[in-house]
């Protein structure tokens, strides 16, 4: 019995402290496409991932500041730096002041990235990733802009060379278990069962 519940005690501990991504998809009706993942490195630490999906190829730069190429809102406005950048990002394309996007118009974002050059000249396909710091972030701390429904924006063009600006709305699952979690939740399941029937086999 001690062995029984000292697997539920470990499995358990290590269980809890298990991280899990937060995932929006592209929802709003007539803007396309991308995918925004945020991965909890740490507290503090929120790796974020766009994805260009569904069409659309390219990541751009074309109504100069009020397209950001990518753009975020955190709720109350902390302080946070941006690592790990992805290229060909750089530095430079860094905006941690606030922009009001227009055509069309998708709200005030705290925190943007705008793609390299003008226009299309330097576009690329990502992804687009980077870390967030900030003191006890999380990834229920994003949040939608000022003024709209949208968590996300970016800069697009698809195939046919047609640009704009894109959303993503409040269209987020719950937090999806990393497979290892699921493989250990599993594998303690695994040594109860174990436990239970050699228990069972010393009884008869």
């Not at 046919?160 to 939740?185: C, Q």
Request: charged share 10%; proline share 5%.
């Amino acid at each position: 019995m001690r062995k029984f519940a000292c697997l539920i005690f470990v499995g358990l501990g290590v269980l809890m402290p298990a991280k899990a991504d937060l995932i929006f998809t592209g929802s709003q009706a007539g803007m396309c496409c991308f995918d925004v993942t945020l991965h909890q490195v740490s507290v503090g630490d929120i790796m974020v991932t766009a994805t260009l999906t569904d069409g659309a190829q390219w990541f751009v730069d074309t109504g100069s500041g009020n397209h950001p190429g990518f753009a975020f809102n955190i709720s109350g406005d902390p302080s946070i730096n941006i690592t790990n950048l992805s290229t060909p990002w750089g530095s430079g394309d860094v905006h941690l002041t606030k922009v009001d996007t227009n055509g069309p118009s998708l709200g005030t974002f705290d925190y943007y990235i705008d793609n390299p050059g003008n226009g299309a000249s330097l576009h690329n396909a990502g992804p687009l990733s980077f870390d967030v710091i900030g003191a006890g972030l999380l990834v229920t701390d994003f949040t939608t802009a000022a003024g709209s429904s949208d968590y996300f924006v970016a800069d697009i063009m698809n195939a046919a060379g047609e640009t704009g600006l894109s959303g993503i709305t409040a269209n987020a699952p719950g937090p999806i278990p990393e497979p290892a979690s699921i493989l250990l939740f599993a594998t303690v399941g695994l040594g109860l069962v174990v436990t239970q029937r050699r228990r069972l086999g010393k009884l008869f």
